[in-house]
């Protein structure tokens, strides 16, 4: 019995030794903003890139839905950055302090795709003062959120020695 849990446990351990991408899901649920309350969810698409057994690149990626009740919280400084936008990202990035990425490699991944940086700071500050923001201990990622001038469905996220990955938005 000793020898088949060891070989269990080696077999287990073999995988750690190969580069490894993680999807998931969470989500902001409910929010309100100047006396206005909604019990739509903000759903983020979580994708963690893991390096044997440490986390080498985490996301958070939210598509804000032309019509979604999370808009509210775009503040009236911010509209003129939005208006142009046929889609908008919101994203949490992390490289924890991995030497090789950096917590801005989503912006190099998303930009051949067509999407630019926005400078939403309103956006953002209010998004970060969600309780969920806490729960997922974001206050670790950087935010950012990204412009699209074209309607976009689909995103590739394509690091170098990982799978590849595709993402319905």
């Known amino acids: 019995?000793?020898?088949?849990?060891?070989?269990?446990?080696?077999?287990?351990?073999?995988?750690?030794?190969?580069?490894?991408?993680?999807?998931?899901?969470?989500?902001?649920?409910?929010?309100?903003y100047k006396g206005q309350q909604w019990s739509e969810d903000l759903k983020f698409k979580r994708v963690s890139w893991y390096s044997k057994a440490h986390l080498a690149y985490d996301s958070y990626i939210s598509k804000?839905?032309?019509?979604?009740?999370?808009?509210?919280?775009?503040t009236a400084n911010d509209q003129a950055q939005i208006n142009s936008c046929a889609d908008i990202l919101v994203t949490f990035n992390t490289s924890n302090?991995?030497?090789?990425?950096?917590?801005?490699?989503?912006?190099?991944?998303?930009?051949?795709?067509?999407?630019?940086?926005?400078?939403?700071?309103?956006?953002?500050?209010?998004?970060?003062?969600?309780?969920?923001?806490?729960?997922?201990?974001l206050h670790m990622y950087r935010a950012m959120v990204f412009c699209s001038k074209g309607p976009v469905s689909m995103i590739n996220l394509n690091l170098a020695n990982y799978k590849d990955i595709s993402l319905t938005l």
């Open 1 to 32: 019995m000793k020898y088949l849990l060891f070989v269990v446990f080696l077999i287990s351990c073999s995988s750690l030794s190969e580069n490894q991408v993680l999807v998931g899901s969470d989500s902001f649920s409910g929010g309100s």
């Open 97 to 137: 302090f991995h030497r090789a990425l950096r917590d801005s490699e989503m912006r190099e991944l998303l930009k051949p795709q067509g999407f630019e940086v926005i400078s939403v700071p309103g956006l953002v500050k209010n998004l970060k003062l969600h309780p969920d923001y806490t729960r997922l201990k």
């Open 64 to 74: 804000f839905e032309p019509n979604g009740q999370f808009r509210s919280l775009i």
